[in-house]
């Protein structure tokens, strides 16, 4: 990242922190109802310190990896089938936006009430959140492939699997990682909203746990804090893979 990229990001945080607290001063909430910026970071500080917020933020990434991992790679196979099939696309269309269209929140008590609150249930709810912007990213990406490119390739004897790992994928390429892009922020979506419905462990156990039993509202905006800082470093991840494959764009 360049100077000029970090020092834009440095002001648009400290404009955000600057905002946050012309909020509570104007609003007047007591700090039980909107911590100052200043009382989040510090007990921002002392959770990270106590170990209070490391063992949920490895569940959650544990939860994350494996979702993520199970979403995009069953995505890739039903993306490819949906682009290449007719008889596929018509068959399971329907099913896909259903499922897509159904809310995973309303979705998540099922689940854990089917797969217990432990990590399957968890994997299940990532996975389908992850799986459909990768399919259909997939799915329009191979579509936008020129043809002749196939065909050249199909002059020159290239087989089945050749084509496709040649052309197909690498002509595909921006547009799947752009899907990736969008389903790893939703990962994290997923893997809170399946810690909400059932766990012990994870970031959104830690933000329920806060913000009930303990009442403790400033460690509920610093696990906020540090699940939004989570989804920017996972996006810029994704950002960086994608430079270093396709370049920039």
Do not use: C
């Not at 945080?13 to 700090?31: D, E, N, R, T």
């Not at 018509?90 to 809310?103: C, D, F, G, K, N």
């Amino acid at each position: 990242m360049s100077r000029t990229a970090v020092l834009s990001v440095l002001a648009a945080l400290a404009a955000f922190l600057l905002l946050w607290q012309l909020v509570v001063i104007v609003s007047g909430f007591p700090p039980l109802i909107l911590p100052p910026p200043g009382s989040v970071m510090t007990r921002w500080v002392a959770a990270w310190t106590a170990g209070t917020i490391q063992p949920h933020l490895g569940a959650t990434l544990v939860e994350i990896a494996l979702g993520f991992a199970l979403g995009a790679g069953s995505a890739l196979v039903a993306g490819y089938a949906l682009a290449r099939s007719a008889l596929v696309e018509r068959l399971a269309s329907p099913y896909l936006v259903a499922a897509q269209a159904t809310p995973i929140l309303a979705l998540a008590p099922l689940i854990a009430l089917w797969f217990g609150t432990g990590l399957p249930s968890k994997l299940v709810i990532t996975t389908l959140i992850v799986f459909f912007p990768v399919a259909v990213a997939t799915m329009v990406g191979l579509r936008s492939v020129d043809p002749r490119l196939i065909e050249m390739a199909r002059a020159f004897r290239a087989s089945n699997p050749q084509v496709v790992r040649r052309v197909e994928i690498p002509a595909a390429l921006p547009a799947i990682l752009g899907g990736m892009r969008v389903g790893v922020t939703l990962a994290v979506i997923g893997a809170i909203i399946a810690e909400w419905a059932g766990g012990e462990r994870g970031l959104g156990v830690l933000i329920n746990v806060a913000r009930g039993s303990l009442f403790d509202i400033p460690l509920m905006f610093a696990t906020l804090a540090t699940l939004a800082l989570l989804g920017v470093t996972l996006y810029l991840v994704m950002v960086r893979i994608e430079r270093r494959l396709v370049g920039e764009r």
